[in-house]
T-cell receptor, first 115, second 113 residues
Framework: AQTVTQSQPEMSVQEAETVTLSCTYD???????LFWYKQPPSRQMILVIR??????QNATENRFSVNFQKAAKSFSLKISDSQLGDAAMYFC????????????FGKGITLSVRP | DVKVTQSSRYLVKRTGEKVFLECVQD?????MFWYRQDPGLGLRLIYF???????EKGDIPEGYSVSREKKERFSLILESASTNQTSMYLC????????????FGDGTRLSIL
């Protein structure tokens, strides 16, 4: 079974600074996808960024980028120019390739942004 | 935009009651999911469904059942609510394609007294 580990329960960043959230996973599969989700205090979970395992290039979405290290099974999220609205819980998730696969989530990390 | 709607944001029930949590999605997604979210434990999958009338157990199905009579609707049922089922419940839907994300509802904060 796949596992996803987010070892840091909380992090804090100064507004406008850069922060990196860590995530590792364990799998024996070669076909899979990785996701970072954000859950603001209003609670709706939204997708931040996704990474296909077969792609070597790290995914980027505006201020959000990932550092995907396939051999090390590491998938960290970098948030540049942090904003107050980035304060939220962030979850790393793994999904196997193939139809009808489930998501496996990490326990999440709470990010606070200091003004 | 995908819309996943959960019937209640907050719900208070009593021990032993039968509780229904409803979820509706408007994107014709094949897959639907029910999660439970507790502090320090992340999201844990209760049940999921990949087609009408189909269901599979997730990681913590005990004390729960589900129903999917129509493609757009997925119900979570607590047959006899207990205090340890007090939690946040999240519904999600997705297409069958594994590169596509799941889309979540706003969540239901359920308290069992």
């Amino acid at each position: 079974a796949q596992t996803v580990t987010q070892s840091q329960p909380e992090m804090s960043v100064q507004e406008a600074e850069t922060v990196t959230l860590s995530c590792t996973y364990d799998t024996s599969e070669s076909d899979y996808y990785l996701f970072w989700y954000k859950q603001p205090p209003s609670r709706q979970m939204i997708l931040v960024i996704r990474q296909e395992a077969y792609k070597q290039q790290n995914a980027t979405e505006n201020r959000f980028s990932v550092n995907f290290q396939k051999a090390a099974k590491s998938f960290s999220l970098k948030i540049s120019d942090s904003q107050l609205g980035d304060a939220a819980m962030y979850f790393c998730a793994y999904r196997s390739g193939g139809a009808n696969s489930k998501l496996t989530f990490g326990k999440g990390i709470t990010l606070s942004v200091r003004p | 935009d995908v819309k996943v709607t959960q019937s209640s944001r907050y719900l208070v029930k009593r021990t032993g009651e039968k509780v229904f949590l409803e979820c509706v999605q408007d994107m014709d997604h094949e897959n639907m999911f029910w999660y439970r979210q507790d502090p320090g434990l992340g999201l844990r999958l209760i049940y999921f469904s990949y087609d009408v009338k189909m269901k599979e157990k997730g990681d913590i199905p005990e004390g729960y059942s589900v129903s999917r009579e129509k493609k757009e609707r997925f119900s979570l049922i607590l047959e006899s609510a207990s205090t340890n089922q007090t939690s946040m419940y999240l519904c999600a839907s997705s297409s069958i394609f594994s590169n596509q994300p799941q889309h979540f509802g706003d969540g239901t904060r359920l308290s069992i007294l």
